[in-house]
Antibody
Framework: EVQLVESGGGLIQPGGSLRLSCAASGFTVSDNYMSWVRQAPGKGLEWVSLIYGDGTTYSADSVKGRFTISRDSSKNTLFLQMNSLRAEDTAVYYC???????????WGQGTLVTVSS | QSVLTQPPSVSGAPGQRVTISCTGSSSNIGAGYDVHWYQQLPGTAPKLLIYGNRNRPSGVPDRFAGSKSGTSASLAITGLQAEDEADYYCQSYDSSLSDYVIFGGGTKLTVL
């Protein structure tokens, strides 16, 4: 059974750093296109970053240069390193797996990041 | 402002049919990129509802149907049920933006 479990969220001050983890089971992270998607309180879904099976990464303009997506094959885990955090980064962060049509077929339960002083 | 435009809200009575539109442009839906739809119940993660414009994952009732034409896509829900009350999002890709993955702004479905 495919499962994605995020962790690492919490309250952080503006300018701070946080690393989110997404532990996967039931499939191999490094064989799949994986993504982070966030949702600010009361708002819609916003794509953040993706990593393809070959390791190629892309990030949204809003986080480029501040957030880095990566993975650890030995732990079958996806990460999101978030630096220089801003209040507008406050959101629930979901990891998601993409399938054959590039749709996100499995999502984690999300982890809340709150950027506030 | 989302690249894919959805109506903020739609509503219908139990048993009725509603449609949710997703309007894009020649650089995303019109360029041939597939459209996918997600259902998000309150307080939960999004769930894949339709993939590849019109395909339903296993377990999704055939009351949900997707279509795509030109630069737009639609989600139709027939035989509305109370449990269909949720937020619905379309998603695609865009070749002209650095934000490669794009979502619609979401549509709140209210079952009256």
């Amino acid at each position: 059974e495919v499962q994605l479990v995020e962790s690492g969220g919490g309250l952080i001050q503006p300018g701070g750093s946080l690393r989110l983890s997404c532990a996967a089971s039931g499939f191999t992270v490094s064989d799949n296109y994986m993504s982070w998607v966030r949702q600010a309180p009361g708002k819609g879904l916003e794509w953040v970053s993706l990593i393809y099976g070959d390791g190629t990464t892309y990030s949204a303009d809003s986080v480029k240069g501040r957030f880095t997506i990566s993975r650890d094959s030995s732990k079958n885990t996806l990460f999101l390193q978030m630096n220089s955090l801003r209040a507008e980064d406050t959101a629930v962060y979901y990891c998601a797996r993409a399938s054959h049509w590039n749709e996100f077929d499995y999502w984690g339960q999300g982890t809340l990041v709150t950027v506030s002083s | 402002q989302s690249v894919l435009t959805q109506p903020p809200s739609v509503s219908g009575a139990p048993g009725q049919r509603v449609t949710i539109s997703c309007t894009g442009s020649s650089s995303n839906i019109g360029a041939g990129y597939d459209v996918h739809w997600y259902q998000q119940l309150p307080g939960t993660a999004p769930k894949l509802l339709i993939y590849g414009n019109r395909n339903r994952p296993s377990g999704v009732p055939d009351r949900f149907a997707g279509s795509k034409s030109g630069t737009s896509a639609s989600l139709a829900i027939t035989g509305l049920q109370a449990e269909d009350e949720a937020d619905y999002y379309c998603q695609s890709y865009d070749s002209s933006l650095s934000d490669y993955v794009i979502f619609g702004g979401g549509t709140k479905l209210t079952v009256l």
